[in-house]
């Protein structure tokens, strides 16, 4: 009984959340670390994890030019049509169908606002729009990546509409919403509050309050000028509708912030807002939340917990990207095989040749691990989602290329155009019987994910031989093999590091075959913890790493490091004696980092 009503709370939770988001949201800026990929990420955890029912995912239509009008000046919207303007507002150079593709999503996104609060108001529920969130955006002018600005035309056209009740914005990305407090620097009815960085405008304004906080911020600052400021605003302004910019991009590892702010310092501003609404304003006061910033592929994962926490009451930890693909793509993997050689038997249609490789013994060079003709690796990489995020990337045209080898194993290469000049994913893999026993595995012995258009970031300095940023990619491709391994009937998945960055990288999924190894791991861990993994590289290479008990440098060891997929070796991987045969490794080993740098 006490299950069932768990169940049936659940439910009824599920059933007051809204969601808008349409797909085309999925579309990359070159250049810009927007993650193409956000807002599909948040809205797979909320399915999946019953957080949202998908009769209430509403997919937005692009605002009408009418309602863009409201706020922006005809000559300003004009002047879009020149890549020049819109190259400028998004700090990179864009060719023409590059402006295009991006005025149409922004403008899409400005529909997904307008929905969003319409719907917020008619059903009193909150609604949650992925996407949105230009604050940037002024009526002449767009700056910031943000063209136009979606919370000011919706506000105004529910104005237009003949709702006169106060509207207050909040809006707590890192950096200032300069273009929302212009719009409505004149108009007491819509109350501006930003918490951010640095101020872009302090022109006046009839009704705006502006904190600006400086670089450097953590949590304590962050929320007690939260608590200090908000609560006084909406006891003063009573608002009939709160929008909610969430910005992610205060967190300590985005891409373009200067904030140390943890996950749980931005899940307790989240709350904090929605709880000081409820208590000041009523439980029922239309409440919508817009993305706002937030750069890198993790910056999904904030919005995420905010959104568990919003439907649930209690904190849920998104999954990282390998288990988001092994959750949304096991149950159709495994019937992938039947489901293409059901074909209707157009030209087209994937025979098992084409899929498999043909006869075992005729074709073997042919196939890929034994199973796979490039077809099929193609077909693969096309379910998981890998060649969606690279039409989202800009590579349109993406082309998969397989080297046999000699026997040593081989290589799969995808490139970005069909002229094979921009290598995005290099993997060379093949099947082995020695590294574990009783068992065979799936090695990777090399596996690079690129994107040869992007910028590396300032903020985070490129690890040891990289080239390029990477492409968000690695969890999808690693659970990939994951679902092939599955399938094929591999144990592993094993890779021997050959840094220790790549070993950090791998640590939540994998585990070193010696014990002995991962209690080097783990310590080599916890003397370099809070140290960037650029910065570690360099202390155990200058030979800053050091044994406590000697003095003497220490060097990684690069060792076999597993992804166990058989139930055989999860179990041998999380036992008693490996954990045993690992604590007494530990016990000795005290290993420090010496010249200023460490934990």
Known sequence: MRRLLRRLRRQLAAA?????????????IPGVPLDPSRGEHILAFLLDRGLVRRRHVYRPRPAAL???????????VESLQDRAVVSGIFGVELDADQAEQILDVQRLAVGGTIYAMRHALASRHPVVHLGGGYHHAAADRGLGFCAFNDVAIAVRRLQGKGFRRPVLIVDLDLHHGNGTRAVFAQDSTVHTYSIHNTSWDDAPAVATTDVALGGGVTDAAYLAALRETLPAVL?????????YVAGTDPAGDDLLGDWNVTAAGLLARDRLVVDQVRAICGPRTPLVVVLGGGYGHGAWRYSARFLAWLVRGKAVEPPDDMELTLRR????????????????????ALTADDLLGGDPGARRESRVLSRYAPQGVELLLEHVGVFRRLRALGYADAVVDVDFGSGLGQTVRVFGERERQTLLIEMRLRRDRRLVAGGEVLFVE?????NPRARLSVRLPPLPGQQHPGL?????????LVLICEKVGLEAIVDVPSQYYIAAVGHKHMRFLDPAAQARFEALAEALAGVPLAEA??????????????GAAVAWEPAPMVIPVSERLKEMLRGPAYEAAVREARARLDLRVTGGSGG
């Open 446 to 450: 090399w596996l690079l994910l690129q």
């Open 235 to 243: 006891a003063a302004h009573r608002p009939g509708l709160v929008v």
């Open 537 to 550: 590289e360099r202390a155990l290479a200058e030979g800053r790493v050091v044994d406590a008990a000697t």
């Open 66 to 76: 009418r309602n863009v009008l409201r706020v922006h000046t005809e000559a300003y």
């Open 16 to 28: 007051r959340l809204r969601v808008v988001y349409h797909e085309r949201y999925a579309f990359a």
């Open 472 to 480: 968000g990619l690695l969890g999808i491709v690693v659970g990939l």
């Open 329 to 348: 793509h096991r149950s159709a993997f495994a019937g992938l095989d039947r489901a293409l050689l059901a074909g209707s038997g157009s030209e087209w």
